[in-house]
């Protein structure tokens, strides 16, 4: 294990971003600075790897996991939550599916119009089943993952048990890109960018690499690192073990062009590196269906501003 500091090792990430990628363009049409293959190693044992060279809203991403846990891939759980980090894709694909003119992301067009949206899913529920419902995405494959012959596999909890009985098995593997089901995962939401993790016991701790195929470093990478990091621990506590290493790993590695002025203010902020921070979890969970947003407590986070940053859809 190395004992880098997260935030070192993602602005080590953004720097080389910025002295090495390749211009490209790419589905949005924003344009990136890209790298192939890059990856990142965090101790759980020093702290909760969210950076502190921006703040990073904990809150949103802890909704985001147990929503993929529970195998939910409806809209409606985040919009009643006040987590708005997948509306701008249904919300196209709702202006697409029904003929409507699609505004310029962040226009005051555009903003009305997913307001009034997210809105409708939240308090009409014919509108979030036909609309918010985003197809077979993470959760789905996590917890749902279909079988030629109409039945299901639950991967999570099938991992969950190799780790308990069998925990120096290779095979400890969740993949969320099932390829009969991309083009129909992409219709609302996203192909799997996260699409495969795997699990690694050794010494009693329980460790995971992510293998990430499109990584938006400025916006999405810093989420990742969190979430997967918040999972190692709650899969090691539903398994008796102590959280020991994650192992973030990309594949296309980007940050978009119209990003570029806000990495290099983050990257401003390198000789303010502050201290970690700790995630307690409650500890009498014990089974992935029983957690809830109130068994995670952040502590001693003091980061740096926020910095605000277009999404690209």
């Keep these: 294990m190395q004992n880098k500091h997260p935030d070192e090792s993602y602005l080590e990430l953004l720097e080389h971003l910025l002295k090495n990628g ?19 190693r965090f101790d759980l044992g020093n702290g909760f790897p969210l950076l ?12 985001e996991l147990l929503w993929f846990m529970r195998g939910d ?10 987590v708005h980090i997948w509306d701008e894709w249904p919300f196209k694909a709702y202006l697409i599916k029904n003929n409507l003119k699609v505004p310029a992301v962040a226009s005051e067009e555009w903003n009305t119009g997913i307001k009034e949206f997210v809105r409708k899913i939240k308090e009409e529920d014919s509108f979030a089943k036909e ?59 996203l192909p799997p960018c996260h699409c495969l993790f ?16 499109s990584c938006d470093t400025f916006l999405g990478v810093p989420f990742n690192i969190a979430s997967y990091s918040l999972l190692t621990m709650i899969v090691a506590q539903i398994t008796g073990l ?25 990257l401003s902020r390198r000789n303010d590196i502050r201290p970690l921070p700790k995630m307690k979890i409650n500890p009498v969970k014990k089974d992935l269906e029983d957690f809830n947003i109130d068994d995670f407590e952040l502590t001693d986070y003091n980061p740096h501003e926020a910095i605000k940053a277009p999404i690209a859809v």
């Design 242 to 266: 102590e959280p020991g290493e994650f192992v973030w790993t990309g594949g296309d590695v980007h940050l978009y062009l119209n990003h570029i002025e806000q990495a290099k203010t983050q």
């Design 22 to 40: 390749t211009e490209k363009t790419d589905r949005t049409g924003t344009g990136t600075k890209s790298v192939l293959g890059y990856q990142m």
């Design 131 to 189: 609309y918010g419902d985003l197809g077979p995405i993470y959760g789905y494959q996590w917890r749902s993952w279909p079988t030629k012959d109409n039945g299901h596999i639950d991967q999570l909890s099938k991992v969950i048990e190799q780790i308990k009985n069998t925990p120096d098995s290779r095979r400890m593997i969740v993949s969320a890109w099932n390829v009969e089901y991309i083009d129909e995962m992409a219709k609302a939401g």
């Design 73 to 82: 891939t409806n809209l409606k759980y985040l919009a009643d939550n006040n």
């Design 52 to 63: 502190t060279t921006k703040k990073i809203p904990m809150k949103a991403i802890i909704h």
């Design 198 to 213: 795997q699990f690694y016991v050794a010494n009693g701790k329980l460790s995971c690499q992510l293998y990430q195929r």
